[in-house]
């Protein structure tokens, strides 16, 4: 159904439970089912976070220079760029990792169109170093990427089902959404991903679907078309 998509996957997915680190296993499962997308002709983008190794919010409050606190977050979304780049390669599919801060020795820089080359290719890219910048997370680089790219939609794969009117967890009348608008979001005051990616997705009408990456086998059968999760427009 969907030609070329930007895949998000958060650092706390690729820990898998540990909490902090790189669960092989789970990497290694989310490499195949990128290699199937690939296998079967769709064009895939992916950006990792970096929450598994470091968050530079979350540092502040040990007293860190924020911008310094983010350069530390955006390397260790590298750090997870190589082992998923890693992983997909394993499985015999090219991929490159292009990094928003320059580090010629072990990513390509970002350079949009010959980003887009690679996917025309059939070559996975993951895009590391989120937007490049401080005060980002890599949320508005999926947003901001996806754009670039021109994907045909944003895959926000997580550990939750999809949206809900209330966290689940503590709401035991919580439903999930079926389909909403990124106005709701904003108005709800649903804790979706952060309100730049919100509006930059919502003002460029790139439409995301937010679902569970727990079940194998999820990715694909969003992409071909099977309605999981909570799907966003404008
Ligand atoms: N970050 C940043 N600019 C960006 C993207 C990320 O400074 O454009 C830093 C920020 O400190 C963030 C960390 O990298 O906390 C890891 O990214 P994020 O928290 O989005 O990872 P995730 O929650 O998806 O694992």
Do not use: W
């Not at 005051?189 to 679902?211: H, Q, W, Y």
């Amino acid at each position: 159904m969907y030609k070329r998509v930007l895949l998000k996957i958060s650092g706390e997915a690729l820990a898998a439970g540990r909490g902090f680190g790189i669960d092989a296993i789970f990497a290694s499962r989310v490499a195949s089912e990128i290699a199937e997308l690939c296998n079967s002709g769709c064009q895939v983008g992916v950006v990792v976070g970096g929450g598994n190794f470091f968050r530079g919010v979350a540092e502040q409050a040990i007293h860190m220079d924020r911008v310094a606190a983010d350069h530390m977050g955006m390397l260790s979304t590298v750090i997870n760029a190589i082992a998923l780049q890693d992983a997909i390669e394993k499985l015999g599919i090219n991929c490159r990792v292009m990094s928003a801060i320059e580090m010629h020795e072990i990513a390509e820089p970002y350079i949009r169109r010959r980003a887009i080359r690679h996917l025309e290719k059939g070559r996975v890219v993951i895009f590391g170093a989120g937007t490049g910048n401080p005060y980002f997370s890599t949320d508005t680089a999926a947003a901001l990427r996806a754009m670039e790219i021109r994907a045909d939609v944003l895959l926000k794969a997580t550990s939750v089902d999809g949206i809900y009117t209330a966290d689940p967890k503590k709401d035991p009348d919580a439903t999930m959404f079926d389909t909403i608008t990124y106005m709701d979001i904003i108005q709800r005051g649903l804790r979706v991903m952060d309100t730049s990616a919100v509006s930059l997705c919502n003002e460029n009408r790139m439409p995301m679907v937010i679902f569970s990456m727990r079940e194998q086998g999820n990715i694909v059968r969003v992409v071909s078309g099977e309605r999981l999760g909570t799907l966003v427009v404008s």
